[in-house]
């Protein structure tokens, strides 16, 4: 991945947090908004680490004696490590991230499904991924910003419920990253 992409991902995501305010999910109602707004970057985010694997995988260095890195590991112990052991540790753990975050997208997506008949569902659409105010979507259908709010809410708690069911406390192993 180069700086100019890195710097990118993280202009928007802040662009992001101070636009909507995200403060870190508390429980599956914040967790499941937090999926929603982010849902639109899970493409890019998984195209992106895609690209970032293709690109060391294809930078793999020829039949040269292994240079030793050190890589300070926890407890303060260093590890000397090559660099071909470091770029398929990072290429392993860039390859579970596209898993995971392709598993997300796609329990996110099968969610909505079962809601886009929903007449409020347009709602959700304009909130989240056209990112409009309460007042903007309030004008657009002519109903109270309470109600935009109020049926936001029931949407979102529904779909907390199938995204969470048991343990709605405790998200999917996948990481969002976000500043408070």
Request: hydrophobic content about 35%; charged content about 40%; proline content about 4%.
């Amino acid at each position: 991945m180069t700086e100019k992409e890195i710097k990118k991902i993280v202009k928007v995501t802040i662009e992001e947090v101070h636009k909507h305010k995200l403060k870190p999910a508390k429980n599956s109602f914040q967790l499941t908004e937090l999926y929603l707004s982010q849902y639109k970057n899970m493409e890019e985010s998984i195209q992106i680490k895609l690209d970032t694997i293709k690109e060391l995988r294809e930078d793999i260095p020829g039949p040269k004696s292994p240079t030793l890195v050190q890589d300070v590991v926890k407890g303060g112990k260093v590890e000397n490590k090559s660099q071909l052991e470091r770029r398929e540790e990072v290429i392993n753990h860039l390859v579970k991230e596209v898993e995971e975050l392709s598993a997300l997208k796609l329990q996110i997506e099968k969610v909505m499904d079962k809601y886009r008949t929903d007449k409020d569902f347009r709602i959700i659409q304009e909130r989240f991924f056209n990112r409009k105010t309460f007042d903007e979507i309030g004008d657009m259908f002519g109903i109270d910003e309470s109600t935009v709010r109020r049926r936001k809410n029931r949407i979102v708690k529904e779909m907390s419920e199938i995204l969470f069911p048991l343990c709605a406390e405790m998200p999917p192993k996948v990481r969002l990253d976000y500043a408070e």
